[in-house]
């Protein structure tokens, strides 16, 4: 996990630089503030993954040496085929839509929406197909 | 010893006859809106895209015919700002972004660091739901009474407010911008957490593949970027209908603020779009020349710089607006060269004392760098601001970012050759292949080389009639001419497909490539692999079929093979 | 890289213009020369790249089913291609500085214009007199001002962002609502140069045209004075007829028949 941590907090430092430089130099909030936020983002998972890696052993797919038979096992859960995506998609579809046909759209569009939300974690909770 | 993958448990393996409830799975439509396969999922993000390509492309077409003489009557005035900004939004938003990080990105991620999927499958399937509905959406606007949005792609503030623009077809645009922005960023979560947790054992992270490298850095500007973009379209559809004034003057906000923010977005946005051609083209030109990426790791460090000052150049396009800070973002700017040049020299130290193989997938390789460093070039006069004061807003621009573009469409057409017999068993002919990559290249130089001089004799951009100058007709009609051209080769990609159409099987490797993806079958099985080799390099595949050829150590172990000896699994 | 190009092409030798021209103003020649500079530095380089391409895919076409030698580093070559491009851009950038510390400058100025850009037109004001040009879309308006002088401009918008440029001054600038874009030219040559609105503004974007005429600086006082009485008399008249046509409302009206 080193690798990922170093490249995101590396990415973050620059934009603090990169930040603390421009901020000064040009006194324009709207860049500042924005390229402060990136380095932000980039802080946070790179921190986490930094802080992660100092604790945990080697993953096989951090070993140069591992072989095809540690990873055998279950990798994760891949839930297969799956109407809420779509489900969700729809909603969405629809609370846009408001935005431009009228807020009665909403009914159908966030109703679709928490459907999909109590209807995709259910399923995942259950595991659902593979 | 055999290094084997077990499939998970709960899994069968293919040839388990029966039993399973998979195999009595939806069918027909009910199967393609439900699936999660990534696989499936990223060939419809292929086919949605490359229709928005042909729907782009044909306001291209009507774009360059009203063009072609100095008063055309051929589209109103009106009707013209609604074809250039759709066109705009349909190519920038519509095609060459989901193309880039929604179809082949995940279809080849996966398989390239061997995982069985993405990592969040659902949330892969309702990217392409938002994709698919956010693009309706924006098109949508056509059919409304006031008409589609007409105040460019880039939606300037006040031009885009209420009282300029009327109407629901801008609204419809900031909508669609809204579901395939959201639709980005999770598809920017998806692969860095795939990146990050689903690789094989042994593939180290400077063994993945550069198109995952480059896949990995644009999933991360995605997400720096995209939010931005969706804050400041908020922000503007607040102003109006919710009568706030962000970014008008009169309630005291700036109109500026919308460019900033906008180009914020803006410009890792065109990296966005870049980087994964970029490692298509590093893969295709790799194999072509069966040697190995030149320069590796100087290629990933180019890539993250080009990122990380990806985030800092934006106001070079707001140059001209007189309030920003010329000297920062021109010298940042200018540095982006600097590893985009990393890249065209390790390009051509692949191909070095290589055996070059012109299949239509390295042509459109590389056709993409040639056309990408001329474009690359006139970026650079553009990142001086004295140079830019005259050339922004003519031709001059209008041509830059088409050469640069149409780079990535040769990219483009250059990744479906190489990758589709991998996706879908079948190879495409070649003959009619290498039709279509001149009329393409060929078509690119004539439609792009001519507006370069427009813009420095002075023609603006966004402009339906010249009839004060004349004198422009000829080298508008040279660029319509290439459109043409352009257009042709879109036709003879399509003639290819339906000519080629399951007629000649491609088999697990047909090009002897170099990566993981080329070690499974074509197409890849449920979750992608039976068995995986040993993963010592960055390639797995070339390794298991040549052990004799790796890759040479570099430094005083120059003339030594790398140590490790491989021991064939065996291979059924 | 870029400042002994520069140089040669001051010294003035027979080099291409590749494109642009020197324009009419002082800054616009150094613009000018700043073009030359960065196309023969970006041929030498795009050739050379070009070439390495064609050599590379020519000389190594495939010949047989052999197997290179699978060479993947040189970091001495790699060091190379990287420091040489960084210094070039260094150059880039010392030579756009001097041009551009020069084309901002803001020196005393003896003639100020004021520019109003309206959908679709321009409206060109003189302080300090009357003197007002204004036109729409075709019936372009001309900014006259005298050669050899400091014009100081103060550009600006009553509505949306237009685009001020003046393809012989090498020049453009945007004209932003609730900003006042301030900028200087000093024309060397007279004549009547086009300019055209470049920033997407609406509608008639693609007919928002205006001129700048430069004559001597007699014409322009003379012009100025003319111009400075029309401009007084429009004002009274405009007065006059104020005071003459004074709105007087005839029936309340109701509501009825809109619906």
């Known amino acids: 996990m080193k690798v990922e941590a170093r490249v995101l907090l590396s990415l973050g430092l620059f934009f603090g630089i990169m930040c603390a430089v421009y901020w000064n130099w040009s006194l324009e909030n709207a860049g500042g503030v924005m390229m402060f936020a990136g380095m932000l983002l980039c802080f946070l998972p790179g921190g986490y993954y930094y802080w992660w890696s100092r604790r945990m052993k080697a993953r096989p797919e951090d070993n140069p040496e591992a072989t095809q038979t540690e990873g055998a096992g279950v990798i994760g859960s891949f839930p297969g085929t799956s109407i809420w995506p779509f489900t969700l998609g729809m909603g969405a579809f629809l609370c846009v839509l408001a935005l431009v046909f009228g807020i009665w759209f909403l009914v159908p569009g966030l109703g679709l929406v928490v459907w999909a939300l109590f209807g995709g974690t259910s399923e995942g909770r259950r595991g659902g197909p593979h | 010893m055999t290094d084997v993958l077990q499939p998970p448990a709960d899994i069968p393996a293919h040839d388990e006859a ?555 | 890289m870029a400042l002994p190009l520069a140089a040669l092409a001051l010294s003035g030798c027979a080099v291409p213009t590749f494109g642009v021209k020197p324009g009419a103003t002082t800054s616009s020649k150094s613009v000018y020369h700043l073009w030359v500079g960065f196309t023969i530095g970006a041929l030498i380089i795009g050739v050379f790249v070009l070439l390495l391409i064609a050599y590379a895919v020519l000389r190594y076409r495939r010949k047989d089913d052999s197997i290179p030698r699978q060479v993947q580093y040189h970091l001495p070559l790699e060091w190379t291609y990287v420091i040489i491009p960084i210094l070039i851009v260094f150059g880039l950038f010392a030579a756009t500085l001097v041009v551009e510390n020069k084309e901002l400058a803001n020196p005393k100025t003896d003639v100020t214009i004021d520019v109003n850009a309206f959908q679709w037109g321009w409206k060109f004001t003189y302080p300090g007199t009357n003197a007002v040009v204004v036109g729409q879309t075709t019936d372009a308006p001309t900014m006259v001002m005298p050669v050899d002088t400091n014009v100081h401009i103060n550009l600006t918008s009553t509505d949306v962002i237009h685009g001020f440029y003046v393809r012989a001054f090498n020049f453009s600038r945007y004209a932003l609502p609730g900003v006042d874009n301030q900028f200087t030219f000093n024309a060397v040559k007279t004549g009547t140069f086009f300019g055209q609105c470049t920033q997407l503004c609406g509608l008639y974007h693609s007919l928002m045209f205006f001129n700048v005429k430069v004559v001597s600086k007699s014409a322009y006082q003379t012009w100025l004075a003319q111009q400075n009485n029309a401009g007084a008399a429009q004002a009274a008249a405009t007065v006059n007829q104020q005071q003459t046509n004074t709105y007087v409302p005839t029936k309340p009206t109701s509501g009825s028949g809109v619906k």
């Open chain 2, 18 to 572: 029966h039993g399973h409830d998979e195999h009595h799975g939806p069918t027909g439509i009910l199967k393609w809106i439900t699936t999660t396969d990534h696989k499936i999922i990223g060939l419809s993000y292929t086919v949605t895209s490359v229709i928005m390509m042909v729907i782009g492309g044909f306001f291209a077409e009507i774009i360059r015919a009203q063009l072609a003489t100095p008063n055309g009557h051929l589209v109103s005035l009106a009707q013209y700002n609604e074809l250039f900004t759709m066109h705009g939004s349909v190519m920038i938003y519509l095609f060459v972004g989901p193309f880039a990080f929604g179809a082949l990105a995940n279809i080849i991620v996966p398989i390239q660091i061997g995982a069985p999927d993405m990592a969040f499958p659902r949330l892969n399937a309702l990217s392409y739901w938002l994709y698919l509905t956010g693009s309706i959406t924006m098109l949508s606007g056509f059919f409304t009474a006031g008409g589609a949005a007409n105040f460019g792609w880039v939606g300037y503030a006040p031009l885009s407010n209420s009282l300029n623009t009327p109407g629901s077809g801008a609204d419809l645009w900031i909508g669609g911008l809204l579901l395939t922005g959201f639709s980005a960023i999770f598809t920017g979560v998806n692969l860095c957490a795939t990146i990050f947790y689903l690789r094989a054992p042994g593939m180290t992270m400077f063994r993945m593949p550069i198109f995952t490298w480059n896949l990995l850095v644009t999933a991360i500007l995605i997400l720096l970027a995209f939010p931005v973009l969706t804050a400041g379209l908020i922000m503007l559809y607040a102003d109006r209908h919710f009568g706030t004034h962000i970014y008008s003057v009169a309630g005291g906000g700036v109109p500026v603020l919308w460019q900033h923010i906008f180009w914020f977005w803006g410009h890792p946005e065109v990296y966005i779009l870049a980087l994964p051609f970029f490692g298509m083209a590093t893969e295709i030109i790799a194999v072509f020349s069966r040697k190995p990426v030149f320069g590796y790791k100087g290629m990933i460090f180019a890539t993250l710089s080009i990122a990380a000052l990806s985030l800092g150049v934006w106001a070079h396009h707001m140059f001209t607006t007189g309030v920003v800070l010329l000297p920062f973002f021109s010298i940042m700017s200018l540095l982006i060269a600097v590893p985009t040049g990393i890249k065209i020299f390790n390009w051509i130290g692949t191909m070095w004392r290589g055996q070059v193989w012109f299949s239509t997938a390295m042509l459109m390789a590389v056709g993409f760098v040639v056309t990408f460093l001329i474009g690359g070039l006139t970026g650079i006069y553009l990142a001086s601001p004295p140079l830019d004061f005259f050339t922004h807003d003519t031709y001059f621009v209008v041509a830059h970012f088409h050469s640069v573009v149409m780079a990535l469409v040769m990219g483009a057409m250059g990744g479906l050759y190489y990758w589709g017999p991998k996706i879908t068993g079948y190879l495409l002919n070649e003959r009619v292949g290498k039709f279509q990559f001149w009329f393409l290249f060929i078509g690119t130089q004539v439609f792009t080389l001519p507006q370069y001089v427009l813009g420095l004799k002075g023609m603006p951009r966004r402009i339906a009639i010249y009839p004060h100058n004349p004198e422009w007709k000829m080298l508008n009609d040279w660029s319509s001419l290439g459109a043409l051209l352009i257009g042709i080769s879109t036709l003879l990609f399509v003639a290819n497909i339906v000519v080629s159409w399951k007629k000649y099987p491609a088999g697990d490797n047909p090009w002897d490539a170099h990566t993981l993806e080329w070690f499974t079958t074509s197409p890849p099985p449920h979750h992608n692999f039976y068995r995986l080799p040993p993963i010592r390099s960055e390639r797995p595949t070339w390794d298991y079929n040549h052990p004799e050829h790796r890759a040479l150590g570099h430094g005083s172990h120059k003339n030594e093979v790398a140590a490790e000896v491989v021991h064939k699994a065996p291979h059924s």
